[in-house]
């Protein structure tokens, strides 16, 4: 007995010296894999681990950075979207670090990738029901050295907040980064934190985010395509609306509504709680702008969440079905870098038969940068070109307002726009007039319906009525400056039919308590009426007041006085019509 009794104790403590040694070797010497400690508050929530990849190998430098990024951040900071005060003294670091970066990189690396938002939908959209079986979606973000916790902030916003029998992917196309950051350790954070439903392209060289895009297109299996900017967060079912828009009608291109993550504060701001929202036009320049929504479509759409046609969009948030976005076009593919991709989609999409479309029950948060904090390659300005392009395949005449705008555009190398004209006419695409009278109805043409346009010379000297630079989104007296060739459209005016004395987006009104004119935002309000005479007065009709130049010079502003016929109060048209 007690001989047995022996050889089991030694049995036992064989056996357990051995496990010892098996289990010391394996601790130091054998690889884990994928062991990693999730950050908490960091983690996906509704993706299985499962799905996670686990064949990336431990790797202590990424994990000290990653720890590093994690110690930076405070639980709860800017939850519910709200706006974040740090102190002073960071606040004056924060305000160094903003005009390099274009937004609060400080703050950001404090707030969790997981924060919450605030619900900012409007609430009938709170009722509404979506089909469960709606078209997956493919969510493509592309980005050039964007900064890491933004970025990851978005991607976790995207897997947090989408239904994932939607999501079929996520594809990342990094446009050629060089920060340090974007590289190994990327890819290591994507691997070990995230779920496998993410492929990451990279370009190998710089291309701009429009062959950035057609690259994750391409790439692409799920049924639509989403496209995000890489400095979002998307809102509470931001998803379901777009997809569920896209089954219903597949020729509609649809956008979330756009809301503003503060680039100082980063609070998520809903316009002040508000459901209004602004719809995509565009200036004569070639540049995008927000307008109000007509009467018109007010009335058409129906109710504050049905889907709202809109003449253009933004560019960077949108959602397409797959095989339409091949069927229409695309993207022009000899597009540079960044800009005019947006007009160009959307005047293609209304001119060739589809539909351009703002979802009210769909909303993402988007960081609005001052400027853009990377390089343009050759200092190209490729938004002036891409628009060139655009304009020159799309307009038709009206280029010839674009044109205007920018002279020393007309003439240069754009490259070769044979294959989208080509495209025009496979598809048999509308004309720009076409789009003006059934689109975008109320957009002000400088040169028609119009009694006189272009400069107008007072008869006393050789100077012109000027805007003297001012942007027409404030209101600004109306000036005068010496009649030149150079900047032409600042010395541009028109007489609408209806007797605005008025630019593309401001009238002249007259603020009787200074005599003085002011340019105001355009509201067709009987303030903004003036005649022209057959004396060569401009006669603002309420006040019978006529403009007058006296007693002003170059760089200075006009005014109203009583109608007298003298020269200072004569003035002649370019052109009469
Ligand atoms: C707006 C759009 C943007 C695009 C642009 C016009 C919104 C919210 N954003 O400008 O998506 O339509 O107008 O072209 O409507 N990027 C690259 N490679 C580059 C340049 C940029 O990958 O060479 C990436 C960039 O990292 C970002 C995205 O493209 O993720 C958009 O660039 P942006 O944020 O600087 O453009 P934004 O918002 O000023
Ligand atoms: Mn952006």
New binding site residues.
């Given amino acids: 007995m007690t001989f047995i009794g022996i050889g089991k104790r030694r049995i036992f403590f064989r056996a357990f010296v051995l496990f010892s040694i098996v289990f010391f070797v394996w601790i130091c010497f054998v690889p884990k894999e994928r062991k990693l400690p999730l950050e908490e508050k960091n983690e996906i929530s509704d993706f299985d681990d499962g799905e996670a990849i686990t064949s990336v190998r431990w790797n202590e430098e990424m994990e000290a950075a990653l720890l590093f990024d994690a110690q930076k951040q405070m639980p709860g900071l800017g939850d519910k979207g709200e706006a974040v005060t740090l102190a002073p003294l960071e606040e004056q670091k924060a305000e160094a670090v903003m005009k390099k970066e274009?937004f609060n990189l400080i703050l950001s690396d404090k707030i969790m990738y997981n924060r919450t938002i605030l619900d900012a939908r409007h609430p009938e959209c709170l009722k509404m029901k979506y089909p469960e079986d709606l078209p997956s979606a493919s969510v493509i973000?592309?980005?050039?050295?964007?900064r890491w916790s933004s970025?990851i902030r978005t991607i976790h916003s995207v897997f947090n907040r989408s239904p994932k029998h939607l999501l079929k992917e996520l594809i990342l196309?990094?446009?050629?980064?060089d920060h340090e950051e974007l590289q190994e350790k990327l890819e290591y954070y994507i691997a070990t934190r995230l779920p496998k439903k993410i492929t990451l392209v990279r370009l190998p060289k710089?291309?701009?985010?429009?062959k950035?895009?057609l690259e994750g297109a391409k790439q692409a299996k799920g049924a639509v395509l989403v496209?995000?900017?890489?400095?979002?967060e998307v809102g509470i079912d931001w998803l379901q609306p777009l997809l569920a828009r896209i089954k219903e009608s597949r020729k509609s291109v649809v956008v979330p509504i756009?809301d503003v993550i503060h680039d100082k504060t980063f609070e998520y701001q809903n316009n002040g709680g508000s459901f209004d929202f602004e719809l995509g036009g565009f200036t004569w320049s070639g540049h995008?702008t927000w307008i109000p929504i007509s009467q018109e479509e007010e009335r058409r759409r129906g109710s504050p969440s049905s889907p709202t046609r809109t003449p253009t969009?933004?560019?960077?948030?949108l959602a397409i079905e797959t095989k339409y976005f091949w069927e229409i076009g695309s993207y022009d593919p000899d597009m540079?870098?960044?800009?005019?991709?947006?007009l160009e989609m959307s005047f293609r999409v209304w001119q060739c038969g589809g539909y351009l479309e703002t979802i009210p029950c769909s909303r993402v948060g988007?960081?609005?940068?001052n400027f853009?904090?990377?390089t343009?390659?050759g200092n190209k300005d490729?938004?002036g070109i891409?628009t060139a392009r655009m304009a020159k395949v799309w307009m038709d005449d009206y280029k010839r307002l674009f044109f205007k705008h920018r002279p020393e555009l007309e003439d240069i190398d754009i490259g070769n726009i044979t294959g989208r004209i080509e495209l025009r006419k496979k598809l048999k695409c509308k004309d720009f007039k076409w789009y003006l009278t059934h689109v975008y109805k109320n957009k002000f043409v400088l040169d028609e319906n119009v009694q006189a346009y272009g400069r107008v010379m007072t008869h006393a000297n050789r100077l012109c009525l000027d805007n003297l630079q001012n942007s027409e989104e404030d209101k600004h007296p109306l000036g005068i400056y010496s009649c030149h060739n150079e900047l032409y459209m600042s010395q541009f005016f028109s007489l609408s039919n209806a007797g605005e004395l008025r630019r593309e987006f401001v009238c002249a009104e007259v603020s009787t308590a200074k005599m003085e004119v002011e340019m105001y935002k355009c509201h067709g309000g009987h303030n903004q009426k003036w005649t022209y005479t057959s004396n060569h007065a401009l006669m603002h009709i309420d006040t019978r007041l006529c403009l007058d130049s006296e007693g002003t010079w170059s760089g200075k502003f006009v005014k109203v006085s009583p109608c007298n016929n003298s020269k200072t109060q004569k003035w002649s048209w370019e052109f009469l019509t």
């Fill in positions: 274009g973000i592309v980005f050039t050295n964007e970025l196309v990094d446009d050629a980064s710089r291309s701009g985010l429009i950035a895009r496209f995000l900017d890489a400095h979002c756009i995008f969009m933004a560019g960077g948030l540079d870098i960044w800009g005019g991709e947006n988007h960081i609005f940068r853009h904090p990377y343009f390659p490729t938004h891409n």
